[in-house]
């Protein structure tokens, strides 16, 4: 990815101007209700959720009408029940999904984002450490490189780090950061809440310590929070790979991160909720999160704190233009391990937050999708790659050229993510790199690693083993 260096900017810190939590200012508001279009030209949101869920139910009878001969041919072997179960977990439910998504995409339209003047609200910037001390330097540099028109306070703790960290950090002088070190490490949850307690502003910002935000970042993220509706509680920042080049591992997470990731957030955004507000680069109201206690102490600290917000009836954001990059995991084994911690989470929100799936709102469709990723991951695990190795000695009883009519689909949402993301990266001064060997093996490899990765990660949590800070 191509990065602009640009120069470094003073950031004011002065405490008579932090401001304490409370509602947005009326004016944002009004704004807000002016700025909604009307007339014939403007699709409403429920008119564009009830199109794209009619073409993925369209999508899906469809396909079960195509694969008559498919599960006839299955069932002869397995049984009708199991190959229902099996077909539809690893073709009908993931093509009743994309429909949606590119209906979805091809109606998103995003809100644009109100002129926000010269100054913008205080905000306190959370980063915990774990011994990243090769790191921690270069993300605060890219904090002071924001020129963040308005109050700055910078927290990092030092959670228990035994490399030096806490060096590195001695040696940084800004007047706005405080760090606070932990003598033992006792997890990102009790770091994130420390610094929580020792907040003085309005917004609360997380940022991982291998981190690099991108210009403007700040800015873009409190812009979209004051430009979204009052019930907005909590904005998503865009998440981008900044060690792409590192080898084939990565390069591969650069299209996860690129394309899937990105183009998820902005389906649930659509609909008014997004599911996770990630601890790499997310906008709290911090009086929210005091209500709600902080960070629960799981694994997905950032996904359940983000169901509470929802929970409470309250609308999560996500702004595609606040970019920042952070370090992807290098190796297969480390890739893993993260993968599981993110399936660990999504199985601790459902505990925590089960009732979400009974909210009378557009977003428990989203929240019903993620209770059947189990399911299909299980399904994929489990019987479609065994189905590929029998495919390769001419056995097509799972897999065969039924599967091959899902390949025009993931192409056409391939094209459609690569054209929004390409058009918000040129808006910002960023090139698409080149990196066509990532494409490939994420388009059709990735899956073989990503998804049995995510059922042992579901297995751990349903067996409560032993939780760590683990790979992020």
Partial sequence: MHRHVYERGFIESTASQLVEPGPKPALVVAAVAARRPSGAGYLPVKWKFALAMSAGIGWAALSVLVAQTWIGQLSAVAGAPLAWLVIMGIAILPGFMNAFLVSSLLLDRRPAVRDTGPALPGITILVAAYNEAENIASTIDSIARQRYPGPLQVIVINDGSTDATAAVLASIEHPWLQVVTLEKNAGKSNALNIGLGMTRCRLTVTVDADSYLYRDALRHLVGRYLSDPPTTKAVAGAVLVRNSRKNLVTRIQEWDYFHGIAAIKRLQSLYQG???????????????????????????????????????????????????????????????????????????????????????????????????????????????????????????????????????????????????????????????????????????????????????????????????????
Avoid at 328 to 339: D, L, M, N, T, V
Avoid at 370 to 382: E, G, I, K, Q, V
Avoid at 401 to 421: C, E, K, R, S, W
Wanted: aromatic content about 18%.
């Fill in 274 to 472: 997004t599911l996770v507000a990630q601890g790499a680069f997310s906008l709290y109201e911090t009086a929210t999160l005091r209500e709600l206690g902080g960070w629960a102490d799981t694994v997905g600290e950032d996904i359940v704190l983000t169901w509470a917000i929802l929970e409470r009836g309250h609308r999560v954001g996500f702004a595609e233009n606040a970019c920042v990059f952070t370090n992807a995991p290098e190796s297969w084994g480390q890739f893993i391990k993260q993968r599981q911690r993110w399936s660990r989470g999504l199985i601790e929100a459902f505990k925590a937050h089960w009732r979400l799936l009974f909210k009378p709102r557009l977003t428990t469709v989203f929240i019903w999708w993620n209770l059947f990723f189990p399911y299909m991951d299980l399904m994929y695990t489990l019987a479609f790659i065994p189905g590929l190795l029998l495919a390769m000695f001419g056995i097509y009883w799972i897999a065969g050229p039924m599967t091959l009519l899902v390949l025009p689909l993931a192409f056409l949402v391939n094209y459609i993510m690569y054209g929004i993301q390409s058009r918000m990266f040129t808006e910002q001064g960023l090139k698409v790199r080149r990196n066509v060997h990532g494409f490939f093996f994420y388009s059709l490899l990735y899956s073989l690693v990503l998804q049995p990765a995510c059922v042992i990660g579901y297995a751990q949590e349903i067996l409560n083993r032993a939780k760590s800070w683990g790979t992020k």
